[in-house]
C-alpha cells in the first residue's frame, strides 16, 4: 500500500529475488524476514514520504525487501531545492502494524529552502524565506509509527547543521544580521539558531529559538555585542547621546516574524565617549555608565522604559511610539539630570493637531547656550518642525552663567516654523520681578516686551553688559526677521553705571577724576536711560541714546558690531548735569547754548574707535568751551549704515520752517 500511494516515478531494475515458504513461515503472524528478500537498483525516483512535506526527487539507490521489512539507501537525489548526498528510509517491521520507521538524510543547499520546506509543513514555522540567505549543510533524522494519520506528538525527529554567511533580513530592532556563521538545531519542540554575525554594524553572539506548533507565540532571542549610536535609536530614545566607541550589550528579546514584542536591553558605556556638546555634557571614556531599555509592544504602540546612570548624569523616563512610523507619542520622564545643566521632570503627549505638548518642571535648569540675546527669530527660513507647546516652572532657571532666575515660569507655543509666542516670569538675585512676552502671530516681525525690576540683571543676560546695576528697565519693541532689523526702545530707570571700561577712559581723558574713580568704585547714579537700538545680523546700531543723573549726563550714536568686534561710537559727555543743564528750558536761548536733548552748557565730545579687544577713546576738551549748536562741529559721526535721506526734488517747494533738531548726528 504504502508503495501504490508513496511512490510517484521511477524505474527499479537489477532485482534479484529469493523466497522460502515452510510451514512455519506464518508462525508469528507475518512471514518471516528470513523467508523473502528482494534487492534492486532505483533511478529517477519521486517518492513522497509525508503529505505536507516535499517529495524526494530524481533519486538513486538501492532497495531491499524481507518478509516483514523494507529499506531504501540513496546515493544521490533532489529534496526541496536541497541536493541529498546521503539518504535512507528503513521500514524495520510491516508488523505488528503502527511499528516506527526511520527516514535519514544529509544535504546542502539555500538556506531559505530548508526554511520554506519547514514553514510549509505541520509544524506552522513562521518566517518568511525571502528572509534568509546563507548556504546551508543538514542531516535530518526522523521517526514517524507507520500509520496513515498521526498526531504532531507521536513524531520524533532531530535535525542539526550549519550555515554559513547566513543573513536574516529585520532580525531584530530593525537591523539585518548579515555575516553570519550559525548552528542549527532543531527536534520537534522548535528549532535554534545559535552563533556569530553582525547586526547592523555591530557584531553579535546569538541565540535565536523558534517553538513548532505553538499557535504564533513569538520567537525568543539572546545577543551578547557591541554597539553603537545608531543601534539606541530602535528603541525610540530621544535626545540619545552621541557616542563615540563600542558599548558591551546584552540582549534578551521575543519577536514575532520581524517585529520586535519585548526585549530587556543592558550596556556598559565606560569604554565609550558620550558627548552632548549642545548643553555642555561629556562623559569620557573610561568613566562608569550604564543603560537599561525594557521595551514592549502592544498592537500599534510600544514603550521604552530607559535608565541611564553615568558620573553627573541620570536619566530615568518612559517613552511610547508608534511602531508603524517610530513617531515619539508621549514621554513620562521621572527625572533629567546633568549637573550644573538641568535637574527636571517632564511629561510629554500629543495633541489633537499633532504637537508636541511638554510640561516641565524641577530644581534647575540651564538655558544659556539657548539664549540668543536680542536678535531675531528670523534671518534665515526656518526648516519645518513639530509644533510645541511648553510650560515650565523651575526653582531656578540660569540664563547666563552667573545669571539666575528664580521661581521661574515659562510658557511658549511653536509652530512648524519657529515660535509663535513666548511668555516667560520669574525673581532675580536682586529678588525684583522680571516679566517678559514675544508675539509672532500677528504676521511681520515679532514683538517683544519685557519688564523687569532689576535692569542690571537683564542687561547682563541679553546684551552681556555687566556694567549696570540695579533699576529698573522696559523694553519694547520688534525682534529681527528676515532683513527686517531688530528696532527696540530699551527705558532704564534708577540704574548705578560702574566698571564700564570706556567710560572711565573718557572721563580720565577729560580730567573728571573724581568722576572716573567714582564709576570705578560705587558707580554713577542715571535716573534715566534711554536707548533707541537697531540690531541687524549681529550689529548694534545705536542713534539718540542719552543717559541723565545728578552727577554726569551723555548721549551716543555708533554701532557696535558683535560679529567683528569692531566699534564706533560719538557722543556728548555733560558733566554736573543737572546744573548743567538748567539752560536747556529757556526757548530759543536753551537750543543755542545746550544744543541737543541731553546735552548741558558745558559738554564734551567724545568718540570710541577699534575694536571691542583695542579701541582707542578721544575726547575734544574745546567742544566743553562751545555753545550747543556750535559744538556738533567738533563731532565725528559713526557709521550706523542709515540709508541716507532723498534729495528734495527741484520743483519741490522749499518748507516753510525747518523742525526742531533733536538725536541727530551730523
Do not use: C
Amino acid at each position: 500500500d504504502f508503495g501504490a500511494r508513496r511512490i510517484e516515478g521511477g524505474t527499479a531494475r537489477a532485482a534479484k529475488g529469493r523466497i522460502t515458504l515452510a510451514r512455519d513461515s506464518f508462525a508469528e503472524g507475518h512471514l518471516r524476514d528470513t523467508d523473502l528478500e528482494v534487492t534492486f537498483e532505483v533511478d529517477g525516483a519521486r517518492v513522497k514520504f509525508l503529505d505536507d512535506l516535499p517529495p524526494v526527487d530524481n533519486a538513486a539507490g538501492k532497495g531491499r525487501l524481507t518478509g516483514n521489512s523494507f529499506k531504501v539507501v540513496l546515493d544521490s537525489g533532489e529534496y526541496g531545492g536541497w541536493q541529498v548526498t546521503v539518504g535512507l528510509v528503513d521500514f524495520p517491521a510491516f508488523n505488528p502494524r503502527g511499528t516506527e520507521f526511520r527516514v535519514f538524510a544529509k544535504g546542502k543547499g539555500p538556506a531559505r529552502n530548508i526554511v520554506k520546506t519547514l514553514s510549509e509543513s505541520r509544524l506552522k514555522f513562521e518566517l518568511d524565506p525571502a528572509r534568509i540567505t546563507g548556504e546551508a549543510e543538514f542531516t535530518y533524522e526522523l521517526f514517524r509509527p507507520a500509520l496513515d494519520d498521526v498526531p504532531y506528538e507521536d513524531l520524533r525527529f532531530t535535525g542539526f547543521g550549519t550555515i554559513r554567511n547566513g543573513g536574516l533580513k529585520g532580525a531584530a530592532f530593525g537591523l539585518d544580521l548579515t555575516g553570519a556563521m550559525m548552528k542549527v538545531d532543531l527536534d520537534q519542540s522548535g528549532i535554534r539558531m545559535s552563533g556569530q554575525g553582525a547586526l547592523g554594524a555591530s557584531p553579535i553572539d546569538f541565540v535565536w529559538s523558534d517553538r513548532f506548533a505553538d499557535d504564533g507565540k513569538p520567537a525568543d532571542l539572546t545577543a551578547k555585542g557591541f554597539v553603537t549610536a545608531d543601534f539606541l535609536n530602535g528603541f525610540g530614545m530621544i535626545g540619545r547621546a552621541y557616542m563615540s566607541g563600542e558599548a558591551p550589550l546584552d540582549v534578551v528579546a521575543t519577536l514575532n516574524g520581524p517585529n520586535l514584542e519585548t526585549a530587556s536591553v543592558k550596556a556598559d558605556f565606560t569604554d565609550a565617549r558620550l558627548d552632548l556638546a549642545e548643553i555642555g555634557w561629556l562623559k569620557p571614556r573610561g568613566a562608569a555608565s550604564k543603560a537599561t531599555v525594557d521595551y514592549a509592544r502592544t498592537g500599534d504602540r510600544a514603550t521604552s522604559k530607559v535608565r541611564f546612570t553615568a558620573d553627573g548624569a541620570a536619566l530615568d523616563g518612559d517613552f511610547t511610539l508608534d511602531v508603524d512610523d517610530s513617531k515619539l507619542i508621549s514621554a513620562d520622564l521621572r527625572r533629567v539630570f546633568f549637573r550644573n545643566v538641568a535637574d527636571v521632570s517632564a511629561k510629554m503627549s500629543r495633541g489633537a493637531s499633532g504637537q508636541f505638548v511638554l510640561t516641565l518642571g524641577g530644581a534647575y535648569l540651564d538655558i544659556s547656550g539657548l539664549m540668543p540675546g536680542l536678535t531675531g527669530l528670523g534671518g534665515e527660513e526656518a526648516a519645518e518642525g513639530t509644533p510645541l507647546s511648553l510650560s515650565a516652572a523651575v526653582e531656578r532657571l540660569t540664563v547666563r552663567p552667573g545669571l539666575d532666575l528664580r521661581e521661574a515660569n515659562l510658557v511658549l507655543t511653536t509652530s512648524k516654523t519657529g515660535l509663535e509666542t513666548l511668555t516667560a516670569s520669574g525673581v532675580a538675585g536682586t529678588g525684583a520681578p522680571i516679566v517678559a512676552s514675544i508675539d509672532a502671530t500677528g504676521g511681520g516681525a515679532p514683538k517683544i516686551n519685557v519688564t523687569a525690576g532689576d535692569a542690571g540683571f537683564l542687561a547682563s543676560a541679553f546684551l552681556n553688559a555687566d556694567f549696570i546695576s540695579g533699576g529698573t528697565l522696559e523694553m519694547t519693541g520688534t525682534l529681527e526677521d528676515g532683513e527686517a532689523p531688530a528696532q527696540l526702545m530699551v527705558e532704564i530707570s534708577g540704574a548705578r553705571m560702574s566698571n564700564a571700561p570706556f567710560l572711565t577712559q573718557i572721563l580720565s581723558l577729560a580730567s573728571l577724576r573724581g568722576l572716573a574713580d567714582t564709576l570705578s568704585g560705587d558707580g554713577v547714579m542715571f535716573t534715566r536711560i534711554d536707548l533707541p537700538m537697531k540690531i541687524s545680523k549681529g550689529r548694534y546700531i545705536i542713534n539718540g541714546a542719552k543717559a541723565q543723573g545728578p552727577a554726569l549726563g551723555l548721549t551716543a550714536s555708533g554701532f557696535i558690531d558683535s560679529k567683528s568686534t569692531g566699534i564706533e561710537i560719538d557722543g556728548v559727555l555733560v558733566p554736573s548735569f543737572g546744573m548743567n543743564s538748567a539752560l536747556g528750558g529757556i526757548p530759543i536761548l536753551g537750543d543755542l547754548v545746550v544744543g541737543r536733548d541731553g546735552e548741558g552748557v558745558f559738554s564734551l565730545t567724545y568718540g570710541v574707535r577699534g575694536t571691542l579687544e583695542k579701541a582707542s577713546v578721544s575726547v575734544n576738551p574745546l567742544s566743553a568751551l562751545a555753545p550747543g549748536v556750535i559744538r556738533r562741529i567738533f563731532e565725528n559721526p559713526s557709521d550706523t549704515k542709515i540709508p541716507e535721506a532723498k534729495p528734495r526734488a527741484p520743483d519741490a517747494p522749499l518748507p516753510k520752517q525747518l523742525p526742531a533738531i533733536k538725536n541727530e548726528t551730523f
